[in-house]
């Protein structure tokens, strides 16, 4: 800890906490930030129905193996580890490891199958071992070559394993959920309520 009861590997900026692994990835790490978080969690659940699609042959891959092997799940940009936390309360027989870029703070003691590394996946996961499902959530923003990136993580799963992901589009909109088109510099500055506005005047 710091002298102001911060985490030594976490940075403040204009009071927001922040890792200091990668300045790729800009949002914070801090309570706020993980609140938003679990509830971008709970709203993917509830879309997906559960921890995963229904139909991406997760369930298989997890069940227990008769040659007493454990199945390995790899959480790439785990957050709060929310997502590893569940995943390895569900399987408790799948080993379940959480890499982030912050440390990771949950509210109590994970499942014993359950771990976190803090780490940049940009510098390569090879070191992590081999995984059998692989699950990188809302992370390409901070992904420095996705060629790389998307490489990396076909070289740490197994033949037959699955790679979930998920990102958002991020878009703008108005009142008639009508996309704004993109302003061009020498375009007039019309208002908020025409199909095309400058983005700046939505700040």
């Given at each position: 800890m710091d002298h102001d009861g911060n985490?030594?590997?976490?940075?403040?900026?204009?009071?927001?906490?922040?890792?200091?692994?990668?300045?790729?990835?800009?949002?914070?790490?801090?309570?706020?930030e993980h609140k938003r978080l679990d509830f971008q969690h709970q709203a993917v659940i509830t879309m997906l129905?559960?921890?995963?699609?229904?139909?991406?042959?997760?369930?298989?891959?997890?069940?227990?193996r008769s040659n007493g092997s454990r199945p390995r799940v790899l959480d790439?940009?785990?957050?709060?580890?929310?997502?590893?936390?569940?995943?390895?309360?569900?399987?408790?027989?799948?080993?379940?490891?959480?890499?982030?870029?912050?440390?990771?703070?949950l509210g109590s003691t994970p499942p014993a199958n359950c771990t976190f590394i803090q780490g940049d996946a940009n510098a390569g996961m090879r070191s992590y071992g081999q995984f059998d499902v692989v699950h990188a959530r809302?992370?390409?923003?901070?992904?420095?070559?996705?060629?790389?990136?998307?490489?990396?993580?076909?070289?740490v799963l197994n033949?037959?394993?699955v790679f979930?992901?998920?990102?958002?589009?991020?878009g703008m909109y108005n009142e008639s959920k009508v996309p704004f088109g993109i302003q061009q510099e020498d375009d007039p500055v019309l208002p908020l309520s025409s199909p095309r506005i400058p983005l700046y005047s939505l700040y």
């Open positions: 985490p030594g590997n976490l940075r403040e900026v204009e009071g927001r906490l922040f890792n200091t692994m990668s300045e790729r990835y800009m949002l914070p790490a801090d309570a706020p129905g559960g921890l995963f699609p229904r139909n991406a042959g997760v369930e298989d891959i997890l069940a227990p790439i940009g785990t957050g709060t580890g929310a997502w590893a936390v569940d995943v390895a309360i569900q399987y408790p027989y799948a080993e379940v490891v959480g890499l982030d870029l912050a440390p990771v703070k809302a992370v390409l923003q901070g992904v420095k070559d996705y060629a790389a990136f998307f490489k990396d993580i076909s070289e033949a037959g394993g979930l992901t998920l990102e958002v589009e991020i």
